[in-house]
């Protein structure tokens, strides 16, 4: 699991994507993790999307390569 969750989202808060986060990785099953930094419902700073569409990339080459 890829999880990935804006600092200041106020539709769904930072809170929910952390207790998924913890109850993930307490049932054996640790997600991979990004909090954007200053980011709200979407990311519109060019760093964060560099930095998202990264983290994207990186995770499907790992687990989609033969």
Known sequence: VL???AE???T???EHAL???DALAKNGNPPE???VPHGGL???AIKNRIAFYKMV???LARHLAP
Do not use: S
């Open 33 to 35: 993790w990004m909090m």
């Open 19 to 21: 207790m998924l986060r």
């Open 3 to 5: 999880l990935v969750h």
């Open 12 to 14: 769904t808060p930072p």
């Open 57 to 59: 990339e990186d995770f």
């Open 8 to 10: 200041e989202d106020r």
């Open 42 to 44: 979407g990311f519109y």
